[in-house]
């Protein structure tokens, strides 16, 4: 859905989330196709204060502000299905 997203932060959290997944293969050892997404979480980041040159020597404050994203995964578990034996009488 994140590729087809119209919205400018859909590139960007697409290329976290396979990042992650990616990790979670590589250093935890994950099965990809099991993993699913438990949480994200956007919080805000450090923000840059800059000024922007006005009138008769004054400043304006300009903020340029970032954020942090958390993604979380967790690996589905599988349930295996009890099959009944059937003894014969």
């Known amino acids: 859905m994140l590729r087809v997203l119209v ?5 960007p959290l697409e290329k976290l989330i396979r ?3 990616a990790n979670a293969e590589k250093n935890f050892g994950l099965d990809s ?22 009138a008769r020597g004054s400043a304006f404050p300009i903020k340029k502000r970032s954020s942090n994203v958390v993604v979380t995964l967790i690996e589905k578990v599988v349930k295996e299905k ?5 003894t014969d009488k």
Do not use: F, W
């Open 7 to 11: 919205k400018r932060a859909g590139t």
């Open 19 to 21: 990042s992650s997944v």
């Open 33 to 54: 196709k099991n993993l699913i997404i438990k949480n994200i979480r956007v919080d805000q980041g450090v923000t840059l204060k800059r000024s922007m040159p006005r």
């Open 82 to 86: 009890k099959v009944k034996k059937e």
